[in-house]
């Protein structure tokens, strides 16, 4: 499915969503402890410029300001995580510092992501050094990428995977496996039930 942010009560539920993978609750009170968590701030702003940057001009100053906090917030943290790129409900990102996502990448619902991740482009070359495009990699709902996994060009992760510390994935990862090693290998089909947890009810319909 395609990941978007069409409605002002989709807005309130993708931000509930990223809110409830920290606090475990989507209440005032919980967004007033979220607020401080570096990872759902951001989130916060990158939701919301993505809302509001596909709306008429009517929204354009909401959209402007928005953008200038997302702006501030991914000098200040170090994360490169476009508003344009898809990306499904429920994303956590543990502890700040640099996380750089293509914005053509895809990523699921209820993923978790850290340091030193890199989702970047492949520019895909034939045999005759014809250019065949560029390909970018796509993860799965209830994936949690390590601190450092890299993964470039037209790589898909599956469901419920786990990419492990400095991985590199080059191939496809299936499913419920754990895979680590440059380049990365499958040592595991265990998946990341004890990695990925406190998911918002609402997008257990989405998955």
Excluded at 60 to 67: I, K, Q
Excluded at 81 to 100: A, F, M, V
Excluded at 129 to 151: D, H, M, W
Excluded at 153 to 164: E, L, N, R
């Amino acid at each position: 499915m395609k990941y978007d942010i069409k409605t002002l009560k989709e807005l309130r539920m993708y931000i509930a969503s990223d809110l409830y993978r920290y606090t475990t609750s989507a209440s005032l009170k919980a967004f007033i402890r979220g607020w401080y968590i570096t990872g759902f701030r951001y989130t916060f702003f990158m939701r919301c410029c993505r809302y509001f940057g596909k709306k008429n001009t009517l929204f354009w100053p909401l959209y402007f300001l928005c953008r200038v906090a997302l702006r501030h917030y991914s000098i200040k943290y170090g994360f490169q995580i476009p508003w344009q790129t898809e990306i499904g409900p429920g994303l956590s990102i543990g502890h700040y510092g640099p996380i750089i996502i293509n914005p053509s990448a895809r990523i699921g619902s209820n993923c978790n992501i850290t340091v030193g991740v890199l989702m970047g482009l492949n520019h895909k070359i034939d045999e005759n050094g014809r250019s065949l495009g560029f390909e970018y990699p796509e993860i799965g709902n209830y994936v949690a990428l390590s601190n450092g996994a890299k993964l470039i060009g037209g790589v898909k992760v599956g469901d419920y995977a786990v990419i492990g510390v400095n991985s590199v994935v080059t191939k496809d990862i299936p499913p419920m496996s754990i895979a680590v090693g440059t380049p990365a290998k499958v040592i595991s089909d265990k998946g990341s039930a004890a990695l990925v947890g406190s998911f918002h009810p609402w997008t257990e319909t989405l998955a």
